[in-house]
């Protein structure tokens, strides 16, 4: 390690291995499977070149990820988390738990497209609404990045990049700020679609039942004066 807090605490060693700027954010892209160096590029656009390379090098080192070589069609050569490296998964569901309730700093800014669908991960409650659970897959298409789910009895029990193996029961075309809007409670989800801001085929109360899910608990605004 380059640069070490120098103490015996797992909570500091934890910030050695994952606390240099971007470092968590790598870790982040990674949490729905094996990425590209280009990908990554895409998915961060604020980090430079050197940098990313840098964090990569670091995190392979700690045996946080690895590489691999991608089978054909999508023949090249990938970064992935190790198994201790995918272990950050909690952290990083209470991570955005907690700043989500910021009183301070406004959530702005862009976000990758798998922050979007790992956004809905975290905050889903399938139990959250008045109706039953329910069962379903989806495939949805954000821009040009393709993600299958599954809920099971209300339990979100599949979350990865790629199409559907089977026909799902819903299948959304849309793009990533305008389904980031509909999770957020900014727009109807009807709204979306009449607008033509969102298309979807298939089983369309499934679809209002997963979009419903997200429960992201905001900070109240403190009073005036």
């Given at each position: 390690?380059?640069?070490?807090?120098?103490?015996?605490?797992?909570?500091?060693?934890?910030?050695?291995?994952?606390?240099?700027?971007?470092?968590?954010?790598?870790?982040?892209?990674?949490?729905?499977?094996?990425?590209?160096?280009?990908?990554?590029?895409?998915?961060?656009?604020?980090?430079?070149?050197?940098?990313?390379?840098?964090?990569?090098k670091e995190l392979e080192e700690?045996?946080?990820?690895?590489?691999?070589?991608?089978?054909?069609?999508?023949?090249?050569?990938?970064?992935?988390?190790?198994?201790?490296?995918?272990?950050?998964?909690?952290?990083?569901?209470?991570?955005?738990?907690?700043?989500?309730?910021?009183?301070?700093?406004?959530?702005?800014?862009?976000?990758?497209?798998?922050?979007?669908?790992?956004?809905?991960?975290?905050?889903?409650?399938?139990?959250?609404?008045?109706?039953?659970?329910?069962?379903?897959?989806?495939?949805?298409?954000?821009?040009?990045?393709?993600?299958?789910?599954?809920?099971?009895?209300?339990?979100?029990?599949?979350?990865?990049?790629?199409?559907?193996?089977?026909?799902?029961?819903v299948v959304v075309r849309t793009?990533?700020?305008?389904?980031?809007?509909?999770?957020?409670?900014?727009?109807?989800?009807?709204?979306?679609?009449?607008?033509?801001?969102?298309?979807?085929?298939?089983?369309?109360?499934?679809?209002?039942?997963?979009?419903?899910?997200?429960?992201?608990?905001?900070?109240?605004?403190?009073?005036?004066?």
């Amino acid at each position: 390690m380059t640069r070490t807090y120098g103490e015996g605490c797992p909570i500091a060693l934890s910030l050695d291995i994952v606390g240099e700027r971007w470092a968590l954010l790598v870790v982040r892209e990674l949490r729905l499977g094996p990425r590209r160096y280009t990908d990554l590029q895409q998915a961060l656009p604020g980090i430079t070149p050197a940098v990313l390379s840098k964090r990569l090098k670091e995190l392979e080192e700690y045996g946080v990820l690895r590489r691999r070589e991608l089978q054909p069609p999508a023949a090249g050569r990938a970064y992935e988390l190790t198994e201790w490296g995918a272990g950050l998964e909690p952290v990083f569901q209470a991570l955005a738990r907690w700043g989500v309730r910021s009183p301070v700093l406004p959530l702005t800014g862009e976000v990758s497209a798998d922050s979007v669908m790992l956004g809905l991960r975290t905050f889903f409650d399938g139990d959250g609404g008045p109706r039953e659970p329910w069962t379903a897959s989806y495939e949805i298409t954000l821009d040009r990045d393709v993600y299958r789910l599954r809920v099971e009895d209300g339990r979100l029990t599949e979350l990865a990049r790629g199409t559907a193996a089977a026909a799902p029961d819903v299948v959304v075309r849309t793009t990533k700020a305008a389904w980031q809007a509909v999770l957020d409670g900014e727009e109807p989800l009807a709204d979306a679609v009449a607008a033509g801001r969102l298309t979807v085929t298939g089983d369309h109360d499934a679809l209002r039942r997963l979009a419903d899910a997200p429960r992201k608990i905001r900070p109240t605004p403190a009073p005036a004066g």
